[in-house]
């Protein structure tokens, strides 16, 4: 791509876009590989990232604007898909056959535990927030990383910011959760399929009829609890259970906890209810007569 250190914007825009079709083409030829689509794919960014570092180091902005814009918008788009490549490729060669029964579940609950982790960033990023954008998104001398990068040869003082590298984990982490959740609902049909096949059906059906956001509430804390199995159950195999018990589907549960963890009024909601609503009715029972 021919440009000229004038061009700004449109440069970086462009290359994205061209990153982005590439990336495209890239998932439709390799399409019988997630191996060879992840290493193409990392290959791709890396290219694309070399190109965008000794752009921006010999860059200056405009204005504070296009600087945040740059760091906010661009980079982190191109660095948080190098890494969520880089994930995919190290859990689909980490097992002979890719992703087994279990790993779904477990590496969804680690990128929740970093999602709680970095609630504040992940709120802030969810939320489409600026109030913070001078301190997070412009390049400052005394400021250091928060967190160490995967890859350090993107480490330079013109072409980093203080909370770049948190905010393209983040984007990183969602795109690995859209990933993971696909054979991980998968799995889930197959397992309810076995389950109900080999365990006899009580006569009368429960059905959740609360919000499937109180269902989930309780599932985090079920896991947080270490209710399940002495504490070793997955989230995936507590929803499962779940949804199966009360007949009910939770189709991207991992996504509305990120909406509940964004609630200004709380995480809670309905736990807090619960424990209410309990409280009242010991109390009536307490209450009545004893014969």
Aim: aromatic fraction near 16%; include cysteine; proline fraction near 3%.
């Amino acid at each position: 791509m021919e440009t000229t250190i004038q061009n700004g914007g449109k440069f970086w825009n462009a290359l994205k876009d061209d990153l982005f079709q590439e990336l495209e083409d890239n998932q439709n030829m390799f399409s019988f590989s997630v191996i060879k689509q992840a290493q193409q794919s990392i290959r791709l960014c890396v290219d694309y990232l070399d190109k965008l570092r000794d752009y921006i180091v010999q860059y200056s902005f405009k204005d504070r604007q296009e600087e945040i814009e740059f760091f906010k918008e661009i980079k982190t788009a191109i660095y948080g898909r190098l890494l969520y490549f880089y994930k995919i490729y190290n859990i689909e060669t980490a097992q002979p056959t890719g992703l087994t029964k279990e790993q779904p579940g477990k590496e969804i609950d680690r990128v929740m535990t970093f999602f709680e982790k970095n609630r504040f960033f992940y709120r802030y990023y969810r939320g489409n927030e600026t109030y913070l954008d001078d301190i997070f998104f412009r390049r400052s001398a005394d400021i250091i990383p928060i967190q160490r990068r995967l890859f350090d040869s993107y480490y330079h003082p013109n072409f980093c910011t203080s909370h770049d590298n948190i905010f393209a984990e983040i984007l990183a982490n969602e795109l690995l959760i859209n990933y993971l959740e696909k054979p991980a609902q998968q799995l889930a049909t197959t397992t309810q399929t076995q389950t109900i096949a080999a365990t006899p059906i009580p006569s009368k059906k429960l059905t959740w009829t609360d919000p499937k956001s109180a269902l989930i509430e309780m599932a985090y804390a079920y896991k947080a609890k270490g209710s399940f199995n002495n504490g070793k159950a997955t989230l995936k195999e507590i929803f499962e259970y779940l949804q199966w018990v009360f007949n009910i589907v939770l189709t991207n549960p991992s996504r509305d906890f990120q909406e509940i963890l964004r609630r200004k009024s709380g995480y809670t909601i309905y736990i807090d209810g619960l424990k209410e609503d309990y409280l009242k009715y010991v109390d009536e029972i307490q209450s009545r007569p004893h014969h």
